[in-house]
């Protein structure tokens, strides 16, 4: 493929037409001829979730069948040994990788050119700006998403905001419908597998029985999209049909029914084959047009151009060294039963729910990550670093960018507050007034110590009183701070937990 002219190298995140539009800052021209590399090496460095494995080399194996001649499809060991192999020391042109690890090693070719990222809404120069003009103030999420929604017009009334309110979380976040197993919406896209997928698959085989790698999780029949029209097609089911019930629903959890009215279109927009814009225009479309409340649209708007895209720009505003943020000091390392996303050892009936949703399509939405699985975890002080590989590994959507905010930073509260005014963790009322998982349940959500101990109610006063001289500075966690002294069981809950180690609950 060695020519005179500079090469464009695509990586496998980056897989949309957004990808392919010419600009000379980025070095792409119309004809520029295009590179993929799959190198074998990545799916080594890490005990990867099966199904993402077979996700993200479906989608890069589709694309390069897409691009036909104008691509050079590379399987090597490493990126280098690709990048020799295709252009030798030849002229190279990238988008901004989505990855310290990926910049730094595009930086150190010859003959490089970096264009600015694609697929977020805004530039990093701009965001590094207006954090820059909140110096001395916290950077808030809830700021950042107001500008974005100005500076795109996503559901503004001229300079007022559609509906004459920012945040319609009041409107949201209800309890699941009572008695209802499933919510009463149509089932989500689910694409059908090719010829493609069936390579995949009997390629994964191989490189396993070779133990060459190894993964955790099942590889069902795949339920995410790998190529553009399954993703437009996720889209648009999602929006005509799942939309409106969206934003009452989208802190509840039915142990039924994991997905509910979410949108399922993380892994698509991560893989770069959904841009951000197209997914909040389409939803503000959809209200303009009175097919869905403002209360959903401006909800899913919230997650995808103030979340996602708030995330993103921490990433890289943060620096590198911010995923080695411990500042409770948490070292404990996973317990295998939770490396190796083994629910059937679990008993409690929350994380038994989540951690098979994991284990079977590495996904579950937002708060079971956030409440059941992440605050688990922060409860027994297991090691941030560990925590954000772990769901770097096992989730379909998981990348180096994403998951060090959500999990260092919202999760763990491993920042020390960079990102969230307090630790999210609660004992398992919440848990129960979110969801129908607790009825059932071997554990009580109300018992602190004995034989139906929640473990979640526990975890979540030792967790307190181990932190207690941090937290009683923090006026949002100092009242449960002081609840601590009203417990006559303390000393009788911290042995019960002690003894309970890191076996599964
Ligand atoms: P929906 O609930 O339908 O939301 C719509 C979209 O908003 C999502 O598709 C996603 O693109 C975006 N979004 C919302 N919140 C966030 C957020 N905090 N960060 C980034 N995007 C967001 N999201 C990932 O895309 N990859 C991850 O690896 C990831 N890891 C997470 C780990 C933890 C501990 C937590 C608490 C959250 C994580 N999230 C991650 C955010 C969020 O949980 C997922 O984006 C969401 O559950 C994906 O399902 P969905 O597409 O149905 O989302």
Redo the contacts with the bound molecule.
């Keep these: 493929m060695t020519g005179p002219g500079p090469v464009h190298w695509l990586f496998g995140d980056q897989l949309g037409p957004h990808f392919l539009r010419p600009s000379r800052d980025s070095g792409l021209e119309r004809d520029t001829p295009l590179l993929m590399i799959e190198a074998r090496s990545v799916f080594r460095r890490r005990r990867f979730h099966r199904a993402k494995a077979h996700l993200v080399l479906s989608a890069m194996r589709h694309r390069a069948a897409e691009l036909g001649d104008r691509l050079t499809y590379v399987r090597a060991d490493t990126y280098r040994e690709g990048l020799a192999r295709a252009v030798g020391e030849g002229p190279v042109s990238v988008h901004h990788p989505t990855s310290y690890a990926a910049l730094r090693l595009v930086r150190s070719l010859p003959q490089v050119t970096v264009g600015p990222a694609r697929g977020f809404l805004m530039a990093m120069d701009d965001f590094a700006a207006w954090a820059e003009g909140h110096r001395g103030r916290r950077l808030r999420q809830e700021d950042f998403y107001r500008w974005v929604r100005r500076d795109h017009d996503l559901l503004m009334e001229g300079d007022t905001p559609a509906g004459g309110r920012w945040n319609l979380d009041h409107d949201n976040r209800e309890p699941p419908p009572r008695e209802a197993h499933t919510l009463p919406v149509p089932a989500p896209y689910r694409p059908r597998e090719d010829e493609i997928d069936e390579e995949v698959r009997h390629d994964l085989d191989r490189w396993e029985r070779d133990g060459d790698v190894s993964f955790v999780g099942r590889d069902g029949p795949r339920v995410f999209p790998a190529t553009r029209a399954e993703a437009r097609a996720a889209l648009r089911r999602?929006v005509e049909h799942r939309l409106p019930a969206?934003g009452p629903y989208?802190d509840a959890m039915l142990a039924a029914d994991p997905?509910m009215?979410?949108?399922?279109?993380?892994?698509?927009?991560?893989l770069g084959l959904l841009d951000?814009a197209e997914?909040a225009e389409r939803a503000e479309a959809a209200w303009r047009a009175d097919r869905a409340p403002l209360n959903s649209v401006e909800g899913?708007v919230r997650?995808?151009a103030?979340?996602?895209e708030?995330?993103?720009q921490l990433y890289w505003y943060f620096g590198e060294g911010y995923r080695d943020s411990n500042a409770l000091r948490h070292t404990a390392p996973l317990p295998d039963w939770w490396d190796t996303l083994d629910a059937d050892d679990v008993r409690a009936r929350c994380l038994h729910t989540v951690l098979a949703q994991v284990r079977d399509t590495g996904?579950?939405?937002?708060?079971p990550?956030?409440m059941v699985?992440?605050s688990y975890a922060l409860q027994r002080g297991w090691d941030p670093a560990a925590v954000t590989d772990w769901?770097?590994r096992s989730?379909v959507?998981?990348?180096d960018w994403?998951?060090v905010?959500?999990?260092v930073g919202?999760?763990?509260y491993a920042d020390g507050g960079r990102m969230t005014t307090k630790p999210?963790t609660t004992g398992g009322a919440y848990v129960n007034r979110m969801s129908d998982l607790c009825g059932p349940c071997a554990y009580r959500p109300g018992d602190r110590t004995g034989d139906h101990a929640c473990p979640y109610t526990a975890g979540y006063w030792t967790f307190l009183h181990r932190h207690r001289s941090r937290l009683a500075h923090n006026p949002r966690t100092a009242q449960a701070v002081h609840g601590l002294d009203r417990l006559p069981d303390l000393d009788e809950l911290r042995r019960q937990e002690r003894s309970r180690g890191d076996a599964a609950p």
């Design positions: 999602f969206f989208e997905v009215s979410h949108s399922l279109l993380s892994s698509s927009l991560n951000p997914c899913f997650q995808i103030g979340w996602r708030y995330v993103w996904w579950t939405h937002h708060i990550r956030l699985l992440g769901f770097h989730f959507d998981g990348y994403v998951m905010p959500n999990v919202m999760s763990q999210y």
